[in-house]
């Protein structure tokens, strides 16, 4: 019961140590529908199809999402605690049960966050997860970072849109 209540506060930290900016605007109006989550492997499957990892090694991903755009409520970018951007995915209450469920049932496999059919990341799943947001480092500048989240938003990066500084992620 102890360990229960000690990993609850760990998570509540985590979680709170997460926010994003209070100025920046809201961005519950739209998730790109190209955003989705997906079981992976670096071993070919059956029915799965191959894709290229951030680092250039194939990796196959199922064909049905295990999550998709209409499962995140937010995405913005932020700053972690060393100061490199980063994305955070903040996920509705239906997908972080089904994030938890997934990653219970696909210990060992990856879990790769993808647009479109481009890999953003692709951890590994080590344990079960009941997290409400997902933060992706190693994208690139704030400016790139930037232009992905938006992107991810389902806006070009010319839309008019003004985000105030990157939150920081700590």
Known sequence: MLIKRILFVVM?????ACQTNPEKPSTTDGVSSDLSVRIAS???QPGHFAVVDANGRALYVTPEPV????DFKRVDAAVDQLGEPVVILELSEAAVDR????SEHYKGKKLAIMLGNKVLTAPVLKSRMS????MISGLGSAQEVD???QKMRG???NDSEQDAEPAVAE
């Open 67 to 70: 999550m998709n755009s209409k």
């Open 42 to 44: 670096s071993d070919p």
């Open 147 to 149: 232009a992905l989240v």
């Open 155 to 157: 806006r070009s990066e």
């Open 131 to 134: 997290v409400s947001r997902l």
């Open 12 to 16: 509540l930290a985590l979680l709170a």
């Open 99 to 102: 994030l938890a469920e997934v």
